[in-house]
């Protein structure tokens, strides 16, 4: 059974990661954190995707934090390749299971220089050390470049007979004039000494994102405002200039995510309403739990909704909405797929990161993985990441139901791969044994690249509400 709800097209402001421009090299993958072998199978084994240990809270830098291992004015030269992949699986519209189509893959060469600077301030927190990362993607077919400028803030802390490095947030800006703020709530922890081989901690996915959106023709912005709490419930709101997608048109997009499933959206543009709230998980006497989804064309929730339909729990009967675990898993042989230069070590110490989120309003499930490889007196010598998100709403107007029961409709997926150049200066950073630091620059852009596809899809989903209230289907 379908249930056809074109109306819900209208979730521009909350749209997911599709494929979109920009992005390629070769096709390397990203390894599963702790495989060290460059497959995607999932965790390492006898490992869990659920955090095996109490995330740390730790205060503000002290007056005399310990050293940081890397000295203001080295640079760091990586390289390496984005894949971005992008496949659909067709609504079934008749017996018999459909194929899925093609994939759809985006090859972009990257190529980022890291510069540190000390004694820098960002979101209320001074002495902190800056990777500023100024990032060049070409497409691997030649037809377009892209530059973009990401700055990362973290620093040292003493704790105990040991230290751990925070991380405070980053800035993110474009060559098209989009901007990203990010600020972890509390400070994100990056490492911890002494670096101990099956160590492992985790953080929350606490954090406020401020996006500044290029707009219209006069200069005006979509602005963006995400709050997520530790346990990975979140609010949004999306602000349209005025006269962005049409004279006189504007709009304000809010969506709210509760921990038991349950969430809201509603968009407002133009003097017209609409309104999506989800129900929990509602247990059956036999079978899934059904999800309930009512449309209303107000703010008014008490009011008799236009439509309501059911649809099967696509993530159980409770939500998990974040998951990360971090780990130490020692010194491993850097994967070949890293590229890296004979001069450079062929072993190092391993990093490990698996973060898992579920979106029930926006109806996504999206792992990420990341696996750093630090060497003492080189530092991050490789870094491998990736994204994958599976779909389980049709929000893109590609076809013609929103919610079926025979998802997924769409999975998506970015992979990169930086290595270090010979070229970088790190002769004066620190031999110690904390290496761990210009992860958190690396991984900032490559979380930006998602953001970017989320607004390529934004921009779309807004072309779609226009033309849904000219047709008269938007109440």
Not at 140 to 167: F, K
Not at 216 to 222: K, P, R, V
């Amino acid at each position: 059974m379908h249930y056809r709800a074109v109306v819900l097209a209208v979730l521009s402001s909350m749209c997911l990661l599709s494929a979109c421009s920009g992005g390629g090299g070769s096709s390397s993958l990203a390894p599963t954190p702790g495989t060290g072998d460059g497959s995607l199978a999932g965790t390492k084994s006898g490992a869990s995707a659920e955090p095996t240990a109490t995330p740390v809270v730790t205060p503000a830098p002290t007056a005399t934090p310990p050293a940081y291992p890397l000295v203001g004015g080295n640079t760091f030269d990586y390289a390496g390749t984005l894949e971005q992949a992008y496949q659909s699986f067709p609504e079934i519209v008749a017996p018999g299971t459909p194929s899925p189509e093609p994939i759809a893959t985006t090859l972009v060469d990257v190529t980022q220089v890291v510069t540190v600077k000390s004694g820098q301030t960002f979101a209320g927190q001074t002495g902190l050390y800056g990777l500023h990362a100024a990032e060049t993607d070409a497409l691997a077919s030649g037809l377009e470049t892209t530059t973009s400028t990401t700055d990362s803030y973290e620093a040292p802390v003493a704790l105990g007979g040991g230290s751990q490095l925070l991380g405070y947030g980053s800035q993110y800006a474009d060559e098209s004039g989009d901007s990203v703020s990010t600020v972890p709530d509390p400070a994100t922890l990056l490492d911890e000494l002494p670096e101990t081989a099956g160590a492992a901690w985790s953080n929350g996915a606490g954090s406020t994102i401020d996006e500044a959106i290029a707009g219209n023709a006069t200069g005006s912005a979509i602005t963006v405002v995400r709050t997520t709490s530790a346990d990975g419930t979140y609010t949004e709101k999306t602000t349209y200039p005025p006269n962005y997608s049409g004279t006189g048109v504007t709009g304000v997009g809010t969506a709210q995510e509760n921990a038991d499933g349950s969430g809201i959206f509603t968009i407002e543009a133009d003097n017209s309403v609409i309104t999506l709230t989800y129900s929990p998980p509602e247990p059956q006497a036999s079978g899934s739990p059904l999800i309930t989804v009512n449309e209303y064309g107000s703010t008014d929730t008490t009011r008799t909704p236009a439509q309501t339909f059911q649809i099967p729990s696509w993530y159980g009967a409770v939500p998990a909405l974040y998951a990360e675990t971090d780990r130490d898993d020692g010194i491993v042989a850097v994967p070949p797929s890293c590229r890296l230069a004979s001069s450079f070590p062929a072993k190092a110490t391993e990093l490990a990161q698996t973060r898992v989120t579920t979106d029930t309003v926006l109806g996504f499930i999206e792992t990420q993985t990341t696996a750093n490889y630090v060497a003492p007196g080189y530092g991050l010598v490789c870094a491998l990441l990736a994204d994958k998100q599976t779909l389980y709403y049709d929000f893109n107007g590609d076809e013609p139901d929103v919610f079926t029961e025979t998802p997924p409709l769409e999975i998506v997926t970015a992979r990169q791969t930086l290595a270090l150049q010979p070229g970088s200066t790190i002769a004066t950073a620190s031999a110690g044994p904390r290496v761990h630091a210009l992860a958190a620059a690396l991984r900032a852009n490559f979380d930006r690249v998602i953001a970017s596809a989320r607004r390529h899809r934004v921009a779309a989903l807004r072309r779609r509400l226009l033309a849904l209230r000219t047709h008269g289907v938007a109440r």
